[in-house]
């Protein structure tokens, strides 16, 4: 739902353009720089996880929190928006935290694949952290 108003703001802002080309929008995965986990989890009990992320530059703006259940792993993305104006755009790499809330339904462990970059091939990197739960 948040993609979308994103997308809808985003059309309206394009819309109302006074002919300026250099205004661009687009999404882009900012780098999860550490993650505050418990060592464990109870079953059916609630947990906030806190990330901290890098926000790239000064364009960058923090948009929504990705989040991708398979089984008992889950992948995790914080999703920047960048609003780029080349002669405007600053490098950062400041950190900020973001927070989801995560419920242990299951017994057994969860892995949590946090996003943190893309190598020299290409591929994803992530920060894996497994927690088990207490039944």
């Avoid at 300026?20 to 900012?30: H, K, L, R």
């Avoid at 299951?106 to 992530?126: A, H, I, L, M, R």
Wanted: aromatic share 14%; net charge negative.
């Amino acid at each position: 739902m948040k993609k979308i108003i994103v997308l809808i703001i985003g059309l309206i802002l394009f819309s109302c353009s006074t002919n300026d080309d250099s205004f661009v929008m687009y999404q882009d995965p900012m780098p999860v720089e550490s993650v505050i986990l418990p060592d464990e989890f109870v079953l059916n009990e609630t947990y906030e996880i806190t990330v901290t992320y890098l926000k790239p530059t000064s364009c960058h703006t923090f948009s929504d929190i990705f989040y991708k259940k398979n089984q008992n792993n889950r992948t995790v993305v914080i999703i920047g928006t960048v609003f780029q104006n080349n002669t405007n755009c600053e490098e950062l790499n400041t950190p900020f935290e973001a927070s989801f809330n995560f419920t242990a339904t299951e017994t057994g462990s969860y892995v949590f694949k946090f996003w943190e970059s893309k190598n020299d091939e290409g591929e994803d990197v992530y920060l894996t952290i497994e927690v088990p739960v207490l039944g």
